[in-house]
C-alpha cells in the first residue's frame, strides 16, 4: 500500500510567483486537504477536494486554488507569492468525509518566499 | 481565532514514567478529535482518535481521555519511551460539516533515558 506523496521536497520561490504542488493520495482514499503549517504553528486548513470537486475551504484567499484528479492526485497553486506563504505546505488523504476517519499525511512541501 | 490550542509547547519525561499531554478546544460542536505525532521532516502520523459518544480510547501504551463539559482532551503514554520524541498535535472536527481539521500548536516531548 502506497502512503501519501507530495513533490517537491523543497520549493524557493520570489515574491509574486505562482507556485503548484503535487501530492499523490494513498491508495483508496478519494479525499485529499491540503493545510499549511507555518514555523511553530499547527497545521491550517486550506481546503479539501472530493471527487474532484471542492469540498470545504478554510480562510485562505482565493490566490490559494487546488485541483484533484481522476485519480485522486491533488496540486495546490499560490498565484502572486507573498513573504507570509512560507510554510510547510501537508497534503493528507482520507476516505470520504461524514465519516470518523483520519487523515493520513504526506512529507509535505517546504516553501521558501524570497 | 484558535478552536484548538496546546498550552504547553514542551514537555519532558523520564523514560518509563508517564506523559500526560493536554489539548483544550472551545468549539461544542467538535465530535470527533486525533492525536498526531510528528518528527522532524515528516508529515504528521496518526497516533489515536476518539470520538465525542466516548470519554476513554486507548491504544497500547496511548491513551486518550475526552472531558466534554470541560472541552479537554488529554493524551497519557505509559510508559515512555524515547522513541516517544516527537512533537505531538491534537486535532478536532466537526463531522457533520466536513473533515475540516482544527489542529493545536503542537507539545514537543523529550523522553529522556
Known amino acids: 500500500e502506497t502512503g501519501v506523496t507530495q513533490s517537491p521536497t523543497h520549493l524557493i520561490k520570489t515574491r509574486g510567483q505562482q507556485v503548484t504542488l503535487r501530492c499523490s493520495s494513498q491508495s483508496g482514499h478519494n479525499t485529499v486537504s491540503w493545510y499549511q503549517q507555518a514555523l511553530g504553528q499547527g497545521p491550517q486548513f486550506i481546503f479539501q477536494y472530493y471527487r474532484e470537486e471542492e469540498n470545504g475551504r478554510g480562510n485562505f484567499p482565493p490566490r490559494f486554488s487546488g485541483l484533484q484528479f481522476p485519480n485522486y492526485s491533488s496540486e495546490l497553486n499560490v498565484n502572486a507569492l507573498e513573504l507570509d506563504d512560507s510554510a510547510l505546505y501537508l497534503c493528507?488523504?482520507?476516505?470520504?468525509?461524514?465519516?470518523?476517519?483520519?487523515?493520513?499525511f504526506g512529507p509535505g512541501t517546504r516553501l521558501t518566499v524570497l | 481565532d484558535q478552536q484548538v490550542k496546546q498550552n504547553s509547547p514542551s514537555l519532558s519525561v523520564q523514560e518509563g514514567r508517564i506523559s500526560i499531554l493536554n489539548c483544550d478546544y472551545t468549539?461544542?460542536?467538535?465530535?470527533?478529535f486525533l492525536w498526531y505525532k510528528k518528527y522532524p521532516a515528516e508529515g504528521p502520523t496518526f497516533l489515536i482518535s476518539?470520538?465525542?459518544?466516548?470519554d476513554k480510547n486507548e491504544d497500547g501504551r496511548f491513551t486518550v481521555f475526552l472531558n466534554k463539559s470541560a472541552k479537554h482532551l488529554s493524551l497519557h503514554i505509559v510508559p515512555s519511551q524515547p522513541g516517544d520524541s516527537a512533537v505531538y498535535f491534537c486535532a478536532a472536527s466537526e463531522t457533520n460539516t466536513g473533515n475540516q481539521f482544527y489542529f493545536g500548536t503542537g507539545t514537543s516531548l523529550t523522553v529522556i533515558p
Open positions: 476518539i470520538s465525542s459518544i466516548k
Open positions: 468549539n461544542s460542536m467538535f465530535d470527533y
Open positions: 493528507a488523504s482520507s476516505l470520504p468525509a461524514g465519516l470518523y476517519n483520519e487523515q493520513f
